[in-house]
């Protein structure tokens, strides 16, 4: 069974950092390429970020680009999300989900998400 | 970025009802769009790929047509466990974009 779980989430001041980790299991982690979206509360769903399989190409939304990091660690299943400059509007659930097809780093949907860890940006 | 659209914004339904939902893109996008379904409190489900494709596990009532710049989702004999919001999602180029969301309520 695809497992895809999560953490890191909490409160944090405008301004600061947090990282999220999404832990994978039940697939080959390396040869899937992974992505983080948010949902805001009660909005709809936002794509953040894309990592290939060796994460040597990465893609970000203009919302995030040169505040967020992707990255991925094959050795141990795990993806992971640096934030830096957390503002207000970047509350929200943030959900990791795997590319439905296997292989390039190539636009498509997602065939597994976690259950999502939520970040609140308040003062 | 292509900016995806959807009618009606919510809708209200029977068990047993057909509902068809409609996804238009700003940009043509030959075939390649996907279909969500979202309840509260849970993550998307996929359910249309590739603008037509039934992921393993997704029950035929379930339906997905359309190319270039229309797209249309089609729920036949609406169940129970089908309420929620419907998201597309194109699948062309990055940053990947989704449409605001159908929300599908009881009657």
């Known amino acids: 069974e695809v497992q895809l779980l999560e953490s890191g989430g909490g409160l944090v001041q405008p301004g600061g950092s947090l990282r999220l980790s999404c832990s994978a299991s039940?697939?080959?982690?390396?040869?899937?390429?992974m992505s983080w979206l948010r949902q805001a509360p009660g909005k709809g769903l936002e794509w953040i970020s894309v990592s290939s399989v060796s994460a040597r190409a990465t893609y970000y939304a203009d919302s995030v680009k040169g505040r967020f990091t992707i990255s991925r660690d094959n050795s141990k299943n795990t993806l992971y999300l640096q934030m830096n400059s957390l503002r207000v509007e970047d509350t929200a659930v943030y959900y990791c989900?795997?590319?439905?097809?296997?292989?390039?780093?190539?636009?498509?949907?997602?065939?597994?998400w976690g259950q999502g860890t939520l970040v609140t940006v308040s003062s | 970025a292509i900016q995806l659209t959807q009618s009606p914004s919510s809708l209200s339904a029977s068990v047993g009802d057909t509902v068809t939902i409609s996804c238009r893109s700003s940009h043509g996008i030959s075939g390649s769009l996907a279909w969500y379904h979202q309840i509260p409190g849970k993550p998307p489900r996929l359910l249309v790929y590739?603008?037509?494709s039934l992921p393993s596990g997704v029950p035929s009532r379930f339906s997905g047509s359309g190319f270039g710049t229309d797209f249309t989702l089609t729920i036949n004999s609406l169940q129970p466990e089908d309420f929620g919001t419907y998201f597309c999602?194109?699948?062309?180029?990055?940053?990947?974009?989704f449409g605001p969301g159908t929300k599908v309520d009881v009657k």
């Open positions: 590739d603008g037509s």
């Open positions: 039940g697939f080959t982690f390396t040869s899937y390429a």
């Open positions: 989900a795997k590319d439905t097809g296997s292989g390039a780093i190539v636009p498509q949907s997602f065939d597994q």
């Open positions: 999602q194109q699948c062309n180029n990055y940053p990947l974009t």
